[in-house]
């Protein structure tokens, strides 16, 4: 009786269902509210699956790599290690301070190795005497194309700084009699890939060198750069 009605008669169906058979009559208008829902459900997937396939498409096409950086170059303008007391009139010839001057450039290389751009941030490097920070070698951001290779210098000038104590002597033993003053150089620089306009999560690549300068020669002597760490 009820599909004969609703077939034979759609418009008068709705005004006397509600009271006759009020059960039956929601019973149908959310079964197909509940139809409506399921399909909408459904596209969201679909999208959602869509959009997934598309990153999976984007992510297989770009194959995106770790970017490299690396400490290329190192010249020394100068090195320079001065002790304010003669050994002779400091007690047993120990000296309270060194003072270390510098004036050095570090040309870093970045190599891009992927098919889109990359967008390095700033990174400070910091430039240090067993362990203590004498100066920063600062490198801008910047945003380096696909497949490329980009060189950044940039210059460290430390001014007379006050090497104290126990570093002191190191100091004035290192430049004295062994010829050789050892540097470490170490930042993180953060790189983000740029796909589609999108970036990428902060990827990061770590330098971390050491270099040793011959004050004699003013030159030079070493450079030893770690294997790049990577996190994410
Ligand atoms: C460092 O060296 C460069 C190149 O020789 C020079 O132009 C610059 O003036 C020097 N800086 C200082 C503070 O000595």
Not at 4 to 31: E, F, I, K, L, T
Not at 128 to 154: C, I, K, N, W
Not at 156 to 181: E, G, K, T
Request: proline content about 6%; hydrophobic content about 45%.
């Amino acid at each position: 009786m009820t599909t004969r009605s609703s077939g034979d008669h759609h418009g008068n169906a709705a005004s006397w269902y509600p009271q006759r058979r009020p059960h039956y009559g929601y019973g149908g208008g959310s079964a197909s509210f509940r139809g409506c829902c399921c399909c909408l459900f459904l596209l969201l997937t679909f999208l959602a699956l869509l959009a997934l396939a598309v990153a999976l498409v984007v992510v297989l096409v770009v194959k995106p790599r770790k970017p490299q950086f690396d400490l290329n170059q190192v010249s020394v303008q100068y090195l320079l290690v001065a002790s304010p007391t003669s050994p002779a009139a400091a007690p047993a010839g120990v000296p309270g301070a060194a003072y270390l001057s510098l004036n050095i450039t570090l040309l870093f290389t970045a190599v891009n190795p992927n098919k889109v751009g990359i967008r390095y941030g700033a990174t400070a490097f910091d430039v240090m005497y067993h362990g203590v920070p004498l100066g920063v070698a600062a490198v801008p951001g910047f945003e380096q194309p696909a497949h490329s290779t980009r060189l950044l210098q940039t210059r460290v000038i430390v001014d007379h700084f006050n090497v104290l104590q126990a570093d002191a002597q190191d100091l004035i033993r290192d430049a004295a009699i062994r010829d050789s003053v050892e540097l470490r150089i170490t930042g993180d620089v953060g790189a983000k890939i740029l796909v589609l306009g999108f970036s990428s999560p902060k990827v990061q690549v770590s330098v971390d060198c050491a270099i040793a300068i011959s004050p004699r020669s003013q030159s030079l002597k070493y450079k030893h750069c770690g294997v790049d760490g990577l996190s994410v």
